[in-house]
């Protein structure tokens, strides 16, 4: 398995199992949809990456450009751990897969 294809399946779990954990802690059903919607869009990123599809980077970055427009916000709004923790994570996947992105186009 590639970098890339890791970081992304990695972020899918932590995403899911965040948005699953905020339900069961909870009960709130927008943490389950968010958390598990961002993490298939991860993980399908990463499926296509190891699979050598198009998209595959694209994907991920859309995960996290969704991941930080949602989490960054409330993180400076509320500074507490969860947000800023999400944030962190949006923030490691748009470099992670921005730098993806950025060579790729430059390359081509």
Known sequence: MSG???????LAALTAG????GY???GSMPSVIAGC?????????G??????????????????????GSSIPRAIRSQKP???????????????FGTAWQRRTVSA
Do not use: D, K
Request: no cysteine; glycine share 14%.
């Open 82 to 96: 969860l947000p800023i923790g999400l944030s962190a994570l949006a923030l490691f996947g748009l470099y992670s």
């Open 4 to 10: 890339l294809e890791n970081v992304a399946f990695i």
């Open 24 to 26: 069961v802690r909870t």
């Open 37 to 45: 919607s961002v993490g298939a869009l991860y993980g399908l990123g």
């Open 18 to 21: 965040g948005g699953i954990t």
């Open 47 to 68: 499926l296509r990456i190891r699979n050598r599809q198009p998209y595959g980077v694209e994907l991920a970055l859309l995960a996290s450009v969704v991941l930080a």
